[in-house]
């Protein structure tokens, strides 16, 4: 089978680009994590960035955060060059960041949770205006939480993503990065967050996704980009690739024990015997012993020593 991958150093994304990397590097002493990194978001695209641990998806998102500077590259957002070299700037160009712990603090309601730090207070707090706009970002999202005055320990898991999402939409961003969005929710809840990526798309806003889970980025995501060792190894229709493809790219190899395994199974059941007789007894092997034969048909030998 063909894999339907372009070229693996420049990802093209379809639509007007909002953010497009090139070249970025960024290492810790001797440890190359990024390496070369190519990486187009268009508007209303979301596009999946996978790969295995040590892979460089956490760092890449954290130079896009602006945690990290990079070592070398340059980033390219709504079509002029810029740096980010910190969190701050990160925000204001309009790149919104939801992290895995997604940040929230527990013993706050969701109104306080989504203007932490950007509290509405020209002379005190205004409690009626935050709580009006709490509502209007949960109601654009499609949010399932009754009372935005509950803590946030009393909410799901999906519930919390909702309101991490909800506040990253506060700055009114072109981008949103969502670092492993699903990890550790069940079925319902994963559900729940999959439906608000593609409410989140509908927007018109670019999201890069980090996952492990194929059958989510599958659900979801319009391209998947392949880091592999801190460099880009593929980028894929998610339309004309299969998760076997997409598995192959980030592990680096095709011809593996499963693939070899599966192979087989497929030769024997095209060539089943005609007949199930009784097996034949067993050939002297070299040293003129006869080999005893197991239940599944192999010979075995004890050779002593």
Known sequence: MTTMAVDATRPLATGRTVLRLDGISKSFGAVAALTDINLDVAAGEVVAVVGDNGAGKSTLVKVLAGVHA?????????????????????????????????????NLDVVENLFLGQELSPYRLDEVEMEKRSWGLLK????????????????????????????????????????????ALGVAQTAEVLDLIERV???GLGVVMISHN????????????????????????????????????????????????????????????ASSGPPAPDAPDALGTPGATSAAGVSTHEVST
């Not at 969190?87 to 204001?92: E, K, L, R, W, Y």
């Not at 935005?148 to 519930?159: C, F, H, N, Y």
């Open 70 to 106: 990079p070592d070398s590259g340059t980033i390219v957002f709504d079509g002029r060059p810029v740096e980010i070299p910190d969190p701050g700037t990160a925000i204001s160009l309009g790149i919104a960041t939801v992290f895995q712990d997604l940040a929230l603090c527990e």
């Open 140 to 183: 654009q999202l499609s949010a399932r939480i009754a009372t935005v005055r509950v803590p946030i320990a009393s909410l799901s898991g999906g519930q919390r993503q909702t309101v991490a999402i909800a506040r990253s939409l506060l700055g009114d961003p072109k981008i949103i990065i969502l670092d492993e969005p699903t990890a």
């Open 214 to 273: 194929m059958e989510d980025v599958r659900a979801v995501a319009d391209r998947v980009v392949v880091l592999r060792l801190g460099r880009n190894n593929g980028v894929f229709d998610v339309e004309t690739v299969s998760s076997d493809q997409i598995v192959a790219a980030i592990t680096g190899a095709t011809d593996n024990v499963v693939s070899r395994r599966a192979a087989r199974r497929a030769g024997h059941s095209d060539t089943v015997p």
């Open 201 to 203: 798309r509908e927007r």
